[in-house]
């Protein structure tokens, strides 16, 4: 089941992007000791106008994937979103649930009265994240070679965009 999260869903939502950036190290910038501010996750699942988080809860009732857009705020930015969050617990990879997330959220965004583009960040060494996105449609427009390092593992920082 996918649907909106809500401020109720923070103890799960915490504890799943605790394990995304434990587990997957090189597609986060954050590292996986990092102390979640309970205020920041309490705005950050305040659903509105400019900002929702996609859940994905598996058959056991378990919050399994996420995955976010944010509009820009100021008025000469609101034609723009952003992706962000995008994570799936192992046990559910491979079974179509990033493409529903992907599909719902631009269809939400595309719904959006203004909004032209969803713009997005990505780890060159998420492969599977990178395949997901250009089958959609987003197009790389630049990156940073080096943005972030795991030990001596640096990350290059791919920026997407899709136009709605």
Known sequence: MIRKLTPADAPEFMRLRRESFRKAPLSFEQ?????????????????????????????????????????????????????WGVYLSEEVRGQGIAKQLLSEIIAEARAMEGLERIILTVSNHAEGALK????????????????ARTGDIQMDEIYMLLDL
């Open 132 to 147: 997901l996105y250009k089958k959609a449609g987003f197009t790389e427009f630049g990156r940073e070679p080096g943005a």
């Open 31 to 83: 590292t996986g000791d990092i102390i979640l501010q309970p205020s920041v996750i309490l705005e950050q699942l305040r659903i509105t106008d400019h900002q929702f988080v996609l859940g994905y809860f598996s058959k056991t009732g378990r919050l399994s994937g996420i995955m976010a857009l944010n509009r820009y705020e100021p008025v000469k930015r609101r034609h723009r979103s952003y992706l």
